[in-house]
């Protein structure tokens, strides 16, 4: 009974911390529900104009975020072969040592198919590096099956919006990562406590990467040799690896 009325006065308090986030839900027909533990919260979004949005606040899904985080998932219906990742670069150093270690400790010769893709796109993808803000370039990574592929999904507005992201939304050292793969894009960062600032601006930069995202689909559809043949290529050795 202790435990019934403690929780009921957690969701309470949080029906009140989070009444501004709630409301700027529902002016954009969003629902806003809070996790059964009453340690998160969902911003469900099935029709916006690009797609399927979810906005989740919760415990970590990763072990390299500890606590609570931050995730955004944006149901595009993407190319499902296409597959970009932009980390933090800190984020990007800790996960390569972490799987040269663990391939030097088993001696193990392929990726552990229950290895975080994050991980192993380290290791398998080509990245690519020519930003052309310096901002960006300090702060992040990326890599694509084609190094074609993540300069077309970071040459414009992407790279100016993780420019400016850097500046006050991802402090330095802390773990980011944006991925586009089975046709979705995903955003996840540790959050102790989240605002509507940050939920918003969360959104924001998640709705650039979308759009430019749709924009490099839209030239695989139209056959654009480069992308095609890179994005091709590597859905080949995935299943070769998945195969083995």
């Not at 059964?36 to 606040?57: C, K, M, N, T, Y």
């Not at 990326?142 to 919006?161: H, M, N």
Request: aromatic content about 10%; overall charge negative; charged content about 25%.
């Amino acid at each position: 009974m202790f435990d019934q009325v403690k929780h009921w006065m957690k969701q309470r308090a949080n029906a009140a911390a989070w009444k501004g986030i709630a409301e700027w839900a529902s002016s954009r027909s969003a629902r806003f529900v809070q996790t059964q533990e009453a340690d998160g919260f969902l911003i469900d979004q099935p029709q916006h104009a690009l797609g399927h949005l979810r906005v989740e606040w919760g415990p970590s899904q990763r072990g390299y975020i500890s606590g609570q985080e931050m995730r955004v998932r944006w149901e595009l219906k993407l190319n499902p072969e296409l597959q970009l990742m932009v980390i933090e670069r800190e984020l990007r150093d800790r996960l390569e040592r972490a799987v040269f270690d663990a391939f030097t400790d088993t001696l193990q010769t392929r990726i552990e198919t229950d290895t975080p893709e994050e991980m192993r796109w380290l290791v398998m993808f080509a990245q690519w590096d020519q930003w052309k803000s310096k901002l960006a370039r300090a702060r992040f990574s990326a890599c694509a099956a084609a190094k074609e592929v993540a300069a077309a999904w970071l040459d414009g507005a992407l790279t100016d919006a993780l420019a400016h992201a850097s500046q006050d939304l991802v402090p330095a050292g802390t773990p980011f990562v944006l991925q586009v793969q089975r046709g979705n894009l995903y955003l996840r960062m540790p959050v102790a406590e989240p605002t509507l600032d940050q939920i918003k601006a969360f959104v924001g930069l998640a709705e650039v990467a979308a759009k430019e995202a749709k924009r490099v689909d839209q030239l695989i559809s139209e056959g654009v040799s480069w992308a095609q043949s890179g994005v091709s290529g590597w859905q080949s050795s995935l299943n070769a690896v998945d195969a083995s």
